[in-house]
């Protein structure tokens, strides 16, 4: 019996194991093993506070989406593509924080994020133009952020996928693309220990070239219910069918771009704005004081025509009236420009007396004193300007003192190089030429230097304390090629990248000799001024010097000759 109960225990624990084992292996592979979540970061090294940073959460290598992110007490999800953008929170001190990913049916995954403090390291900081036309070389100047230092060398400029480095004052040059429309590059700058900078700039398409703007020609004050003319101009001309908006009313200007408006009534001295639009044009909008009759009733008004001396009408001739000269010699003065007709009036001015003066463009200036502009009246006053003598073939270079100014500010001349047996001085107006002077004995030499875009130029020379005689016979070579002397004056002014290098000299009446060489294209250029005693000169050599030892060597032969013949005999 006792033997039956232990087979018995024994088939009994045999049994158990048996199904404990079958369970086991029929339970085990209907529990699924839940999938491993991935944290992938995207974060620049250092990651700074307050910056964001994207993370990509994965599981089995494909994105996971709506996964529970928490960092640093905030929470995001990711997005369909398993994506979320975090922000890496302010710290006092470089923090390691905890990153978790959550979702159900996954297993959660963690990782440690540093986040830096950006007190520890300086902020960068890119200056550059806002805006710069394609193919233009131009400076990135990189600093440190509210200290205004601008000495950091080795600073990686990137821009336009190029790579330059800033040199130890912290200047990169850089150059701008060509671009087939105008539109936005970034220029980024990186140095280990500060932290990085990005500046958005825009190149502009220089082959199409931008709307000319209006200019609204008017008064500056009118007095309420009277009307008033005006006149649209761009580049100096007249405008036709400008839309002209005024106290939300329009109209347009007639085919000489004028339009007459009338003041509107007000209770008191205001203000209103004029605006001018046309397509292809840029806007232009002015403001217009409109006064109110009761207030100013004490004032007085002057009008008249302006005519040349043959009695012809002058329209858009300038008429001012000089209301004050401090002692520092400040004029304040109130001004309009004639009508169509050649009218003009100026109102609202104090009673008293004062200089009128008016001015054309190829007429002398008028200036008449002692009017007398009386209250609450209108004084009539006539004008008469006289054209100024046009110029004959023999005096053609006496206008060098006037005309070379006007050259300048137009930047048509684009420097001045003044050379002396004493100074050397070059002035510039076009601040991309680069001018270097090689030699002033006897052959005078310098070197001009620009980008290949420049816009062709001028250089004027003056030669004093006869560094260089003979100017009559002077010989200007451009890269060692003789280049014409023309007397083309309005010719030589017309300058296209077509155009051929010329030179041309001009004296003026008080014995000054100006040398100017034109420059249609640039690179690199030697420009040269000899003249045919240029070698003698070159070695200090002057035909009055030349002259003297002739006659020693005449002399020394004359007393000799008698020695040498009583020798031989």
């Known amino acids: 019996m006792k033997r039956n109960c232990n087979v018995l225990m024994k088939s009994v624990t045999l049994y158990i194991i048996f199904v404990g084992i079958i369970s086991t292996i029929c339970i085990i592979p209907t529990q699924a093993v839940e999938p491993q979540l991935v944290i992938n970061s995207i974060i620049t090294d250092p990651l700074y506070e307050g910056t964001d940073f994207l993370i990509i959460i994965t599981a089995d290598g494909s994105p996971v989406p709506l996964t529970k992110i928490i960092f640093a007490e905030t929470t995001v999800y990711t997005d369909m593509n398993g994506r979320a953008t975090v922000t890496a929170p302010q710290v006092n001190q470089t923090t390691d924080m905890l990153l978790t990913a959550l979702k159900d049916g996954y297993r959660s995954a963690e990782s440690w994020i540093r986040v830096v403090d950006s007190g520890i390291n300086p902020q960068l900081m890119i ?48 150059q701008a693309p060509e671009v087939d429309e105008t539109r936005e590059f970034s220029i980024t700058a990186q140095k280990r220990g500060y932290r990085s900078a990005q500046k958005v700039i825009t190149i502009v398409d220089t082959s199409i070239p931008p709307n000319p703007q209006l200019v609204i020609n008017a008064p500056a004050t009118v007095i309420e219910e009277h009307s008033f003319s005006l006149i649209v101009t761009a580049d100096a001309l007249p405008i036709p069918n400008v839309t002209i908006l005024f106290l939300d009313t329009t109209t347009s200007t007639d085919e000489n771009g004028e339009v007459t408006l009338t003041a509107p009534t007000v209770d008191e001295t205001s203000i209103s704005n004029i605006t001018a639009t046309k397509e292809g044009y840029q806007t232009a909008s002015i403001p217009i004081t409109i006064l109110n009759q009761e207030e100013n009733s004490h004032y007085g008004t002057i009008t008249g025509l302006v005519t040349d001396t043959e009695g012809k009408n002058l329209s858009n001739a300038s008429v001012r009236i000089i209301l004050s000269i401090d002692e520092f010699g400040t004029v304040s003065s109130r001004a309009v420009v004639t009508d169509p007709d050649g009218t003009y009036e100026l109102s609202m001015i104090e009673p008293g007396t004062y200089t009128l003066e008016a001015q054309k463009e190829g007429y002398d200036l008028v200036s008449l004193p002692n009017i007398v502009i009386s209250e609450d009246t209108t004084t009539v006053q006539d004008i008469t300007l006289v054209p100024i003598p046009t110029e004959t073939e023999e005096s053609s270079t006496a206008f060098i003192e006037t005309s070379l100014q006007e050259k300048i500010t137009e930047k048509t001349i684009g420097a001045r190089v003044l050379i002396s047996d004493e100074q050397q001085e070059i002035t510039y107006y076009n601040e991309e030429l680069q001018i270097t002077i090689l030699s002033i004995k006897g052959t005078i030499a310098f070197q001009v230097q620009a980008d290949n875009e420049t816009l062709p130029t001028i250089v004027l020379v003056q030669l004093i304390d006869h560094v260089l005689t003979r100017v009559d016979q002077l010989e200007v070579r451009i890269d060692n090629i003789p280049i014409t002397q023309t007397t083309d004056t309005d010719g030589f002014f017309t300058l296209t990248k077509n155009s051929t290098a010329e030179w041309m000299p001009l004296y003026t009446e008080t014995g000054r000799t100006f040398i100017l060489v034109s420059i249609p294209h640039f690179s ?18 002057t035909p009055s010097l030349l002259l003297y030892l002739g006659v020693f060597v005449l002399l020394g032969l004359l007393f000799y000759a008698p020695i040498w013949f009583i020798q031989k005999r």
């Not at 133009?129 to 601008?150: L, R």
Request: overall charge negative; cysteine-free; hydrophobic content about 45%.
């Open 127 to 174: 200056t550059a133009p806002a805006q710069i036309n394609e193919g233009i070389f131009f400076n990135v100047i990189v600093s440190v952020a509210d200290t205004g230092k601008f000495n950091l060398s080795q600073v990686t400029v990137t821009f336009n996928e190029i790579v330059y480095f800033t040199d130890n004052d912290g200047f990169a040059k850089v």
């Open 524 to 541: 690199s250029h030697t420009i040269t001024f000899s003249s045919d005693e240029a070698a003698v000169e070159a070695f200090g050599i």
